[in-house]
């Protein structure tokens, strides 16, 4: 069985009402197979209802490690649940780099994501001091051996990549993917994140072990989003 392709859109910390709903029906006019879009929590339900009844999945970019309590500005991944939600990013690196996530954090935020039914999407990634030392395998091994790793979609983002406009090579991607391959379930897709765009997107998703891409910047897009998904189902 061939695995499955996957283009997601991190729509990160942008958009408005109007700016959303502009993007969603360009998307839904398309309705490209294959692809979703991780959209800011207060705009899921926006979201949820425009892409009711179309071939496009939908998530969120981040979610609680803890079930329901005290947690004061948290989402539980019961209430994403609620909304229908598919995907959750976990672990991406501008929350490990910015908000101090750890690798044990990620790993329950995972458990919690998987524990409701949902399936995670785990960013992995080096930063170019990490590259340039020659630890690019050690620090995705230890992200990704962080957690109990099931029934998820794995993102490799190379930190030094992500809205740089610096993509790693098609060779550089397939390295890593090749790595990640022999350590994770055989059906399981493994995402290129970081600068990918209409321009670099086919070669990137020509190698053996990319399975599709994390798009960050350029899902902002309709026009480019859609082709980006084209690139990666063509
Ligand atoms: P970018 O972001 O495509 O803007 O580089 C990718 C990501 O952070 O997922």
């Known amino acids: 069985m061939a695995r499955v392709r996957l283009v997601a859109g991190n729509w990160k910390m942008h958009g408005s009402r109007a700016s959303i709903a502009a993007l969603l029906d360009a998307l839904v006019k398309a309705n490209p197979r294959s692809c979703a879009v991780c959209a800011p929590f207060p705009y899921l339900a926006q979201v949820a209802e425009r892409l009711r009844g179309s071939a496009i999945a939908w998530g969120a970019q981040n979610v609680s490690e803890h079930a329901q309590g005290a947690y004061t500005g948290e989402v539980s991944a019961a209430m994403l649940a609620e909304f229908g939600c598919r995907y959750v990013i976990v672990g991406h690196s501008e929350r490990r780099q910015l908000y101090g996530e750890t690798d044990a954090q990620a790993a329950a935020k995972f458990a919690a994501v998987r524990k409701i039914g949902m399936t995670p999407i785990l960013c992995v990634g080096e930063t170019l001091a990490e590259r340039d030392a020659g630890k690019t395998e050690a620090v995705v091994a230890r992200q990704l051996d962080a957690v109990d790793f099931e029934k998820a979609v794995l993102a490799y983002e190379p930190v030094w ?36 765009k209409p321009q670099n997107a086919q070669p990137i998703f020509a190698m053996p072990d990319v399975d599709g891409g994390l798009i960050g910047g350029a899902s902002l897009v309709a026009k480019d989003f859609l082709d980006i998904v084209k690139a990666a189902t063509t």
């Open 161 to 196: 990549a992500i809205g740089t406009g610096r993509n790693a090579t098609p060779e550089q991607a397939q390295a890593v993917h090749a790595f990640l391959r022999k350590r994770v379930p055989a059906q399981t897709p493994i995402l290129y994140g970081g600068s990918v």
